[in-house]
């Protein structure tokens, strides 16, 4: 069972480490305020990471997240501007982020093109098409009920904590009670072994990146509640973050092996470490480098792993 789980305890032993150093070192990270603006800052990222996860299972992976985030926000505020309710907003920009991703799953699965190579296209150009439709202006003017969607900070932090527990019990329910999400488990590991077994991985395919959408446009509404406008440039960098959480959580990028408790370790390890830097008086530009060095090592120790039961 402990090999079985090594890289999550791993995990869970460095987050552990860091916040053992930041007791020490800078206490006052431990305020009840900057832990809960760390928890509702952070609530977007770990919807994306449930939806990365389950890409990353398959076996690909979705690099236009970041865009297919921005462009959810802009569609959610301007309905908000139109008159639209929180909620219908927020529907609205779930289905725009589930058509984009929809899209992505029919070039994959359909037309059998890589992921890496879809989702670097659709993330160039979606980001661009949003910057030629807005000219780069942020969607002002919001009506007033449409921030923290009119619960006050208070109610709108609690409904962002609640919808996201949710959400991740949810998920994590399903990966060890439902099917459908042992199918992604099969389908990663060898997808010509599920299809001999009767699993058509395209149609697996197609669907996890269109869920993949969803959750995208959920994290999406999430996070623009917490504002009175919203910024054309939303989700830059989402999807390094949520790759780094997947992977560093115990995921393999080749598919076929992921947990979602490693996936919330691993955004509570990536959440901390930017505050950690400025905590310590480190310039936070690391914070991407630390990413990216997370990401390299994670697949190194997993292809190291790889080798070491071939």
């Known amino acids: 069972m402990i090999q079985r789980y090594s890289r999550e305890i791993s995990?869970?032993?460095?987050?552990?480490?860091?916040l053992a150093v930041l007791l020490f070192a800078a206490p006052s990270f431990f305020r009840p305020a900057n832990l809960r603006e760390l928890l509702i800052g952070n609530a977007a990222l770990l919807i994306a990471a449930?939806?990365?996860t389950l890409v990353i299972l398959t076996g690909h992976i979705d690099i236009s997240i970041g865009s297919q985030f921005a462009i959810a926000s802009v569609v959610m505020g301007l309905l908000a501007k139109e008159g639209a309710s929180t909620a219908a907003a927020a529907a609205g920009g779930i289905a725009a982020a589930a058509v984009l991703g929809a899209m992505n799953g029919i070039l994959v699965a359909g037309l059998g093109i890589p992921s890496i190579v879809v989702t670097l296209a659709s993330m160039i150009a979606?980001?661009?098409?949003?910057?030629?439709?807005?000219?780069?202006?942020?969607?002002?003017?919001?009506?007033?009920?449409?921030?923290?969607?009119?619960?006050?900070?208070?109610?709108?932090?609690?409904?962002?904590?609640?919808?996201?527990?949710?959400?991740?019990?949810?998920?994590?329910?399903?990966?060890?009670?439902?099917?459908?999400?042992?199918?992604?488990?099969?389908?990663?590991?060898?997808?010509?072994?599920?299809?001999?077994?009767?699993?058509?991985?395209?149609?697996?395919?197609?669907?996890?990146?269109m869920g993949m959408g969803v959750l995208t446009g959920l994290?999406?509404?999430?996070?623009?509640?917490?504002?009175?406008?919203?910024?054309?440039?939303?989700?830059?960098?989402?999807?390094?973050?949520?790759?780094?959480?997947?992977?560093?959580?115990?995921a393999s990028i080749a598919g076929g092996r992921a947990t979602l408790p490693g996936t919330l370790l691993g955004v509570l390890l990536l959440a901390t470490i930017g505050p950690a830097l400025t905590f310590a008086g480190i310039n936070a530009f690391w914070e991407k480098a630390i990413q990216g060095s997370i990401i390299l090592a994670a697949v190194v120790m997993n292809a190291r792993g790889k080798s070491a039961h071939a």
């Open 219 to 250: 994290a999406a509404a999430l996070n623009t509640i917490r504002f009175s406008e919203v910024q054309g440039n939303a989700g830059i960098g989402l999807e390094l973050q949520a790759i780094a959480a997947v992977v560093v959580g115990g």
């Open 50 to 52: 449930i939806g990365m």
């Open 11 to 18: 995990t869970g032993v460095a987050l552990l480490g860091l």
């Open 126 to 209: 979606l980001r661009n098409a949003l910057r030629w439709a807005t000219e780069g202006k942020w969607v002002q003017d919001l009506p007033a009920t449409f921030q923290w969607a009119g619960l006050g900070q208070a109610g709108g932090e609690a409904l962002i904590l609640i919808l996201t527990g949710t959400v991740f019990a949810a998920f994590a329910w399903a990966s060890c009670n439902l099917q459908a999400i042992r199918l992604l488990y099969a389908t990663g590991s060898s997808p010509e072994a599920a299809r001999l077994a009767g699993i058509r991985p395209p149609r697996v395919f197609f669907f996890v990146f």
